[in-house]
């Protein structure tokens, strides 16, 4: 039965990697990513990796691609079909190194000495990849890795609403940098004025 | 099934993204090819987790889910003000950083 549900996930997992791959418009390259990542969660679960599945469906599946499908509707990406290369030599080339890359993962995986790779896995204990037992692992042999996780993704989010803001007025030669983004938040961002928020209309204040 | 057969699968999905991201010339597409990949290494970390019968692998996939969500949020943000510039969405044209 097991062998059965891999064989489905992995056909589904492939055909969805290909489609992200090969579909012109990158909104079906999306939904192509969605069949993807859902078929790589039955794969976790064949694995008794329960919480790692319940995880990629909620912040990959759930998460993650609807913001590439927010960002694919808001850029547009439906209107131009992109072709997939221009040369169809690089592509070919491309072709060759996939296949390449392969052979070579492929070599290196079933040519080394790791005995246990060849069965079934070995022992696994009640609650294994139960949600308590990963939370178990985060809080005490990893908590360092999960602090910084928090300090990356903080981090990332303040990223992307810099890059992502909108800039009125970047025609003229002031272009905002970050930093005068915090001297002009210390200095009179309270005030306000009549310029909207702090970052939109006027940039750094005249001086 | 046998872990090998998750580890094959993993190198099939890795090396489908390679391609993509050498074929494909939309920043979108491109950061879609770059999940494959970073997929590709979860499932192995994965099965790697399996194999050996402990957890550590999937705490390791778990950290790479969030490192993945921090870089479709950065790069993302990268192609709304690219296109907030109204530059063309398309690799090959944006070469201004070459020089």
Redesign the interface.
């Known amino acids: 039965m097991?062998?059965v549900f891999?064989f489905l996930a992995?056909i589904g997992?492939?055909a969805g990697?290909?489609g992200?791959?090969a579909l012109r418009s990158?909104f079906y390259?999306?939904l192509s990513?969605v069949c993807?990542?859902l078929s790589?969660a039955a794969?976790?679960l064949?694995?008794?990796?329960e919480?790692?599945a319940a995880?990629?469906v909620i912040?990959?599946v759930g998460?993650?691609m609807v913001?590439?499908l927010f960002?694919?509707a808001?850029?547009g990406?439906g209107a131009d079909p992109?072709?997939?290369?221009?040369r169809p030599g690089?592509?070919w080339?491309?072709?060759l190194?996939?296949?390449a890359?392969?052979a070579e993962?492929?070599i290196a995986?079933?040519g080394t000495g790791?005995s246990?790779?060849?069965?079934?896995?070995?022992?696994?204990?009640a609650g294994?990849?139960t949600p308590s037992?990963?939370g178990r692992?985060?809080l005490t042999?990893?908590l360092l890795?999960f602090e910084v996780?928090s300090i990356?993704?903080l981090?990332?989010?303040v990223?992307?609403?810099?890059?992502?803001r909108?800039?009125t007025g970047?025609d003229d030669a002031r272009e905002i940098s970050v930093g005068d983004l915090l001297r002009s938040g210390s200095r009179d961002a309270l005030t306000g004025g009549d310029a909207g928020t702090m970052i939109e209309v006027e940039g750094p204040p005249r001086r | 099934m046998n872990v090998e057969w998750y580890l094959i699968v993993s190198a099939l999905v890795f090396s489908i993204g390679a391609g993509g991201i050498l074929v494909r010339r939309n920043p979108l597409v491109i950061l879609l090819c770059l999940e494959l990949m970073l997929n590709a290494g979860n499932l192995a970390l994965v099965a790697f987790a399996r194999a050996h019968g402990n957890e550590d692998g999937q705490i390791f996939a778990l950290i790479v889910m969030v490192v993945a969500a921090c870089e479709v949020a950065v790069g993302l943000g990268l192609i709304v003000a690219i296109y907030r510039r109204r530059l063309p969405i398309d690799v090959d044209e944006l070469r201004e950083l070459q020089g």
Do not use: N
């Open positions: 097991a062998e891999f992995a997992a492939l990697a290909i992200t791959v990158p390259s999306v990513l993807h990542l790589l794969l976790f064949l694995l008794r990796a919480f790692v995880a990629q912040v990959y998460a993650v913001l590439y960002v694919v808001y850029v990406g992109i072709s997939t290369a221009g690089l592509r080339a491309s072709a190194f996939a296949g890359l392969f993962l492929s995986v079933l790791l246990a790779l060849g069965e079934e896995g070995s022992g696994w204990f294994f990849g037992e990963i692992l985060l042999d990893f890795a996780a990356l993704l981090v990332a989010a990223g992307a609403v810099i890059l992502a909108r800039r970047l």
